[in-house]
């Protein structure tokens, strides 16, 4: 089946952590400060390439993780960046933010590109906190977080003409001769399970693209067969060429199911104008060749009869079909996207604090758990700086409200302190 629809996560890269550090070299009495800052972990990046034409490749790698940054070094040396990470994706490809359902981005020109995910900041070392009044900062910060989301690429082919009729119309067959597109021809219904897409070369040098959308049957615009997953995949064309198999019963009536699916889907393509192709002629007699194309006469001005097996009228079609790429302009279309607020939000501050036992109180939370990890529980300055900063979030607040008491236990990540009611 065509792949048009996928779920990915992407997972920048998290800052590196400041160093708590000294100078420490002979003849030099009390060297000062001397840890370096963590290095900014890596972005990540979508990127239109027109060399890719599915989201295949996504269905066998789904999750994207950028590089951390490095922890700072001593000596005031920085830690390395992450490298960023560029995500390829097919031309005409939309994003959505499956959290906040937003529309954030939709790819229709090579080499566009958008960030997604932005790396976590690297944190500062002591030696970033030196003054003239703390002369020996025994602290340093926490590397910034990760960015982490789930995202939802769909995939609206971009194609200049759009190619439509019943399954076994003979689309494929068509295609492959107006274009050095090779796809799997046979005769036997839906041949075609994926939008086979071919360049046409017109006389004067130029090229278009044109899309053979797999067949469609009655029912397709309420999700019957094959039909719903790919009328999508037209909206974008400049004008449709419907092929009419002649072979069939009531090739008027099979005409008009389609159309009728296509009123039905809404939007552009009720109206989206179309050149009406009668085909398989070497397989009618001649009488009846003639009464169809009077027929389909009251349907458009323009119809041709053509035998897209021998070739037959396929020159003289082609022709008009030129001449319409030329006039008729490619659809603009107003695709709203909202501002990626998401893709920068490093923010990790929400906290929980819950009661682990009688006499014991855990918080947890991101933000928390990293002023942790560069906190040196041997070192009483450290402690206590973690213990301001947990002030100044309200998690003493809410330790009291939880039911705390003085004597208690508080826990976070691998620092243990006595709580106290501050107000006391």
Avoid at 53 to 66: E, I
Avoid at 99 to 118: H, R
Avoid at 364 to 380: E, P
Wanted: aromatic share 8%; charged share 30%.
């Amino acid at each position: 089946m065509f792949i048009d629809k996928v779920k990915i996560k992407v997972i920048s890269g998290a800052g590196g952590n400041g160093m708590v550090a000294w100078r420490r070299e002979k003849y030099v009495d009390k060297g000062g400060p001397a840890g370096g800052d963590g290095g900014k972990g890596g972005d990540i990046y979508l990127v239109a390439d027109e060399a890719i034409s599915t989201l295949l490749d996504f269905k066998y790698k789904s999750v994207f993780k950028a590089v951390n940054g490095e922890n700072g070094k001593i000596k005031n040396q920085m830690g390395r960046c992450g490298d960023d990470l560029y995500i390829h994706v097919p031309l005409g490809t939309l994003v959505r933010d499956l959290k906040t359902g937003k529309l954030i981005a939709d790819f229709t020109q090579p080499e566009q590109t958008a960030m997604v995910a932005k790396g976590g900041r690297g944190g500062r070392g002591n030696a970033r906190f030196s003054t003239s009044t703390m002369r020996a900062p025994q602290f340093c910060e926490p590397g910034e977080p990760s960015i982490e989301r789930e995202l939802e690429l769909e995939l609206k082919l971009i194609a200049d003409v759009g190619l439509l009729g019943l399954p076994n119309a003979g689309k494929s067959t068509f295609i492959s001769r107006v274009s050095a597109a090779k796809p799997k021809i046979a005769d036997y219904p839906f041949t075609t399970l994926v939008p086979n897409l071919g360049v046409v070369k017109k006389p004067n040098g130029d090229g278009f693209v044109i899309a053979d959308i797999p067949g469609l049957i009655e029912g397709a615009s309420e999700g019957v067969g094959l039909g719903y997953e790919f009328l999508r995949h037209v909206e974008r064309t400049r004008f449709l060429i419907h092929l009419v198999d002649l072979t069939l019963e009531n090739p008027e009536e099979n005409y008009l199911k389609i159309n009728e699916e296509l009123k039905k889907y809404g939007g552009r393509l009720a109206d989206i104008y179309q050149i009406i192709v009668l085909n398989k002629i070497d397989a009618v007699d001649e009488k009846t060749v003639e009464k169809y194309k009077k027929d389909f006469q009251k349907y458009g001005d323009n119809i041709f009869a053509i035998s897209a097996v021998t070739g037959q009228n396929v020159e003289e079609l082609m022709y008009f079909v030129y001449q319409k790429v030329d006039e008729i302009p490619h659809p603009e279309f107003e695709v709203e996207i909202d501002e990626d607020l998401e893709a920068l939000n490093n923010d990790d501050s929400e906290y929980e604090v819950f009661k682990a036992d009688k006499n014991t109180f855990v918080v947890q939370g991101g933000k928390v758990a990293r002023l942790a990890s560069v906190t040196d529980i041997r070192n009483t300055r450290q402690v206590i700086r973690l213990q301001n900063i947990l002030t100044n979030m309200g998690v003493f607040e809410e330790l009291k409200a939880k039911g705390a008491k003085d004597g208690d236990t508080v826990v976070v990540s691998h620092v243990e302190f006595i709580y106290y009611d501050q107000e006391n």
